[in-house]
């Protein structure tokens, strides 16, 4: 059973560029949510996909954008990139009426860096 | 805005002792409590969910719910070297789906 991916690992970009990530969620699950981790930090929460629409969405500026398609893969795309947008991003998948709690699970990340 | 603390620093516990890590959130609207192990350069991964009240337990880990302090604890038995990482705690509300995470703890565990 595949877990959630992520691409690519890595990635470097300079200032002011536009920046494309990708997540594939875990099988079974229709639920993507994206966070951004700082070093030293907790995730923190992005905004998050389910039935192609945003559903929810986290103290990020429009820089921030994002897509669903219908095979439930995600994408997080980034405009004009700040030094500060240097982070982890994190793809979790979850499934909607999933138990009590909606488990997310987390793909490896993309390690962006700006300079 | 809900606001998950865990506010003590690096626990450095010998091999086979108890780990002990507290966490508070501030939302008490909070109903459902993860604990994540983040292993350094790599993701979270989900190790405990608690919903209730009480202690759960899974293999050496032992979660600890208070709803009515606002705190979840995660206790580690028998650590080993291989519980070195940092351990992050996550809330959310039943239905909303948005995790808040505090900064997390740094477990590391002496041979």
């Known amino acids: 059973d595949a877990g959630v991916t992520q691409s690519p690992t890595h990635l470097i970009k300079t200032r002011g560029q536009q920046v494309t990530l990708r997540c594939s969620p875990k099988s079974g699950h229709d639920t993507v949510s994206w966070y951004q981790q700082a070093l030293g930090q907790g995730p923190q929460f992005i905004f998050q996909?389910?039935?192609?629409?945003?559903?929810q969405r986290g103290n990020f500026p429009d820089r921030f954008s994002g897509h669903q398609f219908p095979n439930y893969s995600s994408e997080l795309n980034v405009n004009a990139l700040l030094l500060g947008d240097s982070a982890l991003y994190l793809c979790?998948?979850?499934?909607?009426?999933?138990?009590?709690?909606?488990?997310?699970?987390f793909g490896p990340g993309t390690r962006l860096t700006v300079t | 805005q809900k606001e998950v603390e865990q506010n003590s620093g690096p626990l450095s516990v010998p091999e086979g002792a108890i780990a002990s890590l507290n966490c508070t959130y501030s939302?008490?609207?909070?109903?459902?409590f993860f604990w994540y192990r983040q292993y350094s350069g790599k993701s979270p991964e989900l190790i405990m969910s608690i919903y209730s009240n009480g202690d759960k337990e899974d293999g050496r880990f032992t979660a600890q719910l208070n709803k009515a302090s606002q705190y979840v604890s995660l206790l580690i038995r028998d650590s080993q070297p291989s519980d070195s990482a940092t351990y992050l705690c996550a809330v959310n509300d039943y239905g909303n789906n948005r995790l808040a995470f505090g900064k997390g703890n740094q477990v590391v565990v002496i041979p």
């Open positions: 939302d008490r609207g909070s109903q459902s």
């Open positions: 996909y389910y039935e192609e629409e945003e559903r």
């Open positions: 979790a998948s979850s499934a909607t009426g999933q138990g009590e709690g909606h488990e997310q699970y």
